[in-house]
């Protein structure tokens, strides 16, 4: 079997704690790789505790042993605790209510419109979760802006000028709902509308950001199923449970629910149980609109890692 890609999110959160520089102290530099303190080979998996960021350089000498596990593991530990002793709790972006606003304005023909909310956690433990959702604010705009880009020189080849200059801009607006926030967990569930100029219509997605706080880490799907898991059987138990609530076209079900990560990526954790999304054309038709399905975390706990969800479902009141 192939080695998985990294999850953007446990990538991200990574960065963001070694602050986007190599986490070997007074080393410094701003290239970076992923490493796994214990060994991919060994682990097989992509566990947030995990990772850290090295540059080529350390990352070469990690792995030639020079800088050892237990020193690595020491490393980790340091940049955590010097996150919330350090982090002044400033951002670049303004403040908006009880939130925070990445917003970019392009009069260029045709132009666009960028305007991202995130929420402004403001406890020390809570605020990685804060700066990690700033950074895929950030991740979105620049794909965004490339976006824009290639449609500019496409319209300055192909088409009359006189025409790009009538088309409304191109809109990126995110907005978002705290699902879960305790001492334990933070869940935010993502609005997305695109438009990009020249489009029939706009189009609306579902994102979701899921962290445990204490240890800090973030919890994608993968994290959810677990390495020592099947995610044919985490995808037949959802397909089950699926039918049971709906008849959905077999076929339909059976490529919307398919045991790939990807299709059940959208989930929001809550107090009692996990809220699963699946998008428009995914298990139903457009007109049904996103389809969804409650687990209670005991449900679960027979298809994914039950170490995880017993962490879930621990929270103070």
């Avoid at 947030?48 to 540059?55: E, G, R, S």
């Avoid at 690595?72 to 605790?81: C, D, P, R, S, V």
């Avoid at 039918?243 to 809550?270: C, H, R």
């Amino acid at each position: 079997m192939s080695r998985p890609t990294i999850p953007a999110e446990i990538k991200r959160a990574v960065l963001v704690e070694a602050g986007h520089r190599c986490a070997i102290p007074r080393c410094g530099q701003t290239e970076l790789d992923i490493h796994h303190i214990i060994p991919w080979e060994t682990c097989q998996a992509h566990e947030y505790q995990n990772l850290i960021a090295l540059c080529p350089i350390c990352h070469r000498r990690a792995h030639n042993g020079e800088i050892d596990r237990k020193s690595l593991q020491q490393y980790k530990e340091n940049l955590a605790t010097k996150f919330y002793k350090n982090d002044s709790g400033s951002f670049e972006a303004e403040v908006v209510e009880i939130r925070r606003r990445l917003a970019e304005e392009n009069d260029e023909i045709p132009g666009y419109t960028f305007q991202f909310d995130f929420p402004d956690f403001q406890t020390a433990v809570e605020r990685i979760a804060s700066r990690n959702i700033e950074a895929w604010g950030y991740e979105l705009l620049t794909e965004f802006r490339e976006m824009q880009d290639d449609y500019v020189d496409y319209e300055r080849d192909e088409s009359d000028p006189e025409i790009g200059g009538r088309l409304p801009k191109s809109t990126l607006v995110g907005t978002y709902d705290v699902l879960r926030r305790d001492p334990k967990i933070i869940s935010v569930r993502y609005n997305i509308f695109r438009y990009y100029t020249g489009a029939a219509h706009g189009g609306r997605t579902t994102r979701v950001q899921n962290f445990i706080i204490r240890p800090f880490r973030p919890i994608t799907i993968e994290t959810l199923v677990g390495a020592k898991n099947s995610l044919t059987n985490f995808a037949d138990f959802i397909r089950q449970r699926l039918s049971m609530e709906k008849q959905y076209d077999p076929d339909w079900l059976a490529t919307g629910t398919a045991p790939e990560f990807v299709n059940f990526s959208i989930f929001n954790i809550e107090r009692y149980c996990i809220l699963f999304t699946f998008s428009e054309y995914q298990i139903d038709c457009f007109a049904a609109g996103e389809q969804h399905l409650r687990l209670s975390f005991h449900e679960l706990k027979s298809v994914c890692d039950s170490d995880v969800i017993n962490e879930l479902e621990a929270y103070d009141l």
